[in-house]
């Protein structure tokens, strides 16, 4: 029988292209699972076979349970004191093994051998298949449909391997039939109770990148950087590039001669219309760029809401925006930054606005005249805060200015400041002293507590409030509920 087990390792190995390894595993579990079945209770087993003759052996195993009642399985299990008998050192959770005569290679046995056999030999095929492919991860690969369902299609990658490629997918009015082969991303493996699965994409922005760096033996040699990829697919996307040789010009690269480059990748996207952004540290030049092919005359960043505002002439507000907002919405994708495209004519009222906004701010805190508030302005300020705690020097380039009056000046935007603090605790403790239940004696508690109004009590639990003199559970409770009914319940 030995040379038997030899011969079918052999064969199933070079048939399948399987380590030896596991076909021996799969042929011990074959076997482990034919010798319980001569058994009338579930027994554990364990078969060792010598890979060299083919000979195994069979052992029966118990684990060794600390206790001293009844053994909940004694099939399988040993309690720790009768495995001391002869295993003095033995410990809880040890196994204890014991040769018990193998099976023989009967008809029931083969049978179920064929069984765990074919399982363990098709698990094995996809493990492989997935080490495989798992390099593959992220590329570009070649397929043909092999089958179409209603929301999918499945592909065959070569060697026995499928992948899935769902409706979402797809690149919107594609159609393929069975035999038709594709490119696509091998963007996934997931794993489930049925085994591991490749997934699939024609839409993903990862897709256009290395369909690019195909295409364009520069980004492949890392003298072309593909710095953002923004799509949508089947319609438009932009790419933005940057050159790291500067005798390189990374757009004219990406495009080709005639556009063959940019062309071939945008055949492959059924006809995918691409726009190559040059990339630039400059964040104004970049958007310049990547609202092309729309001239911006302006931009203002704001970094504190992370958007940028630009404003075009009149007429080309239309081709800024896009079908759809189609051309701003890759452009802030591609940036990162969220884009709001203005008018000049829209820029300059709003820009007003805000001047004459930060101009009655300055004449209403500083005790200055409309002609200085406006000079602030222009030099740049736009909040008492900035004007309270900047560098004296940052006055400087404001003609006639003194230094005595640049300290009374900031000395007037504190205590500005102080008083617009003062103002925002007192408003806050007379909200919170408007909830029933709430004195103004525990308004102020709270307020020290770090609770500055009724929308920051609402979003308390009663364990936060530990620690207010005068403040139980069933206190805190009622508060809480109190402020939850009038920010949340009766807006």
Known sequence: MGKEIIAIAEALSNERAIPREKIFEALEQA???????????????????????????????WT?????????????????????????????????E????????????????????????????????????????GHVVNATVKKQGRDFLVLDLGNNAEAVLRRE???????????????????????????AQLICSRTSPEFLRELFAIEVPEIGEDIIEIMGVARDPGSRAKIAVRSKDKRIDPRGACIGMRGARVMAVSNELSGEKIDVVLWDENLAQYVTNAMEPAEVSRIIINEDT?????????????????????????????????????TNSDMEEALKAEMDKTVQLFMDSLNVDEEFATVLADAGFTSLDEIAYVPPEEFDFIEGLEPEMVDQLQENARLALEEKDQQAVEAGIQALCELPGVSEELAKQ???????????????????????????????GEIIMAARDKCWFNK
Not at 33 to 61: H, L
Not at 98 to 104: F, K, M
Not at 446 to 462: V, Y
């Open 169 to 195: 997918q797809i690149i919107p009015h594609e159609t393929f039939g069975r035999g038709d082969r594709i490119k696509v991303l091998l963007s996934d493996i997931k794993t489930d109770n049925k085994g």
């Open 306 to 342: 992370h958007s940028i505002d630009v404003a075009v002439a009149d007429e080309n507000l239309a081709l800024a925006i896009g079908r759809n907002g189609q051309n701003v919405r890759l452009a802030s994708q591609l940036l990162g930054w969220n884009l709001q495209v203005k």
């Open 98 to 137: 014991d040769e018990i005569p193998s099976v023989a290679f009967d008809r029931i046995t083969i049978q179920t051998a064929k069984q765990v056999l074919s399982q363990k030999v098709k698990d094995a095929e996809r493990e492989q298949m997935i080490a495989e492919h798992r390099e593959l991860l």
């Open 64 to 96: 060794v349970v600390d206790t001293d009642g009844q053994l909940e399985n004694p099939a399988t299990e040993i309690s720790l004191a009768a495995a001391q008998v002869e295993h003095p050192d033995i410990q809880p959770g040890d196994i204890i």
């Open 31 to 61: 076997l482990a699972t034919a010798t319980k079945k001569k058994y009338p209770v579930e027994i554990a087993v364990r078969v060792t076979i010598d890979p060299k003759e083919g000979s195994y052996r069979t052992f029966r195993r």
């Open 446 to 476: 709270l307020f020290a507590h770090g609770i500055a109004d009724p929308e920051a009590l609402a979003e308390q639990a009663t364990d936060d409030l530990e620690g207010i003199e005068g403040v139980d559970e069933k206190k805190a």
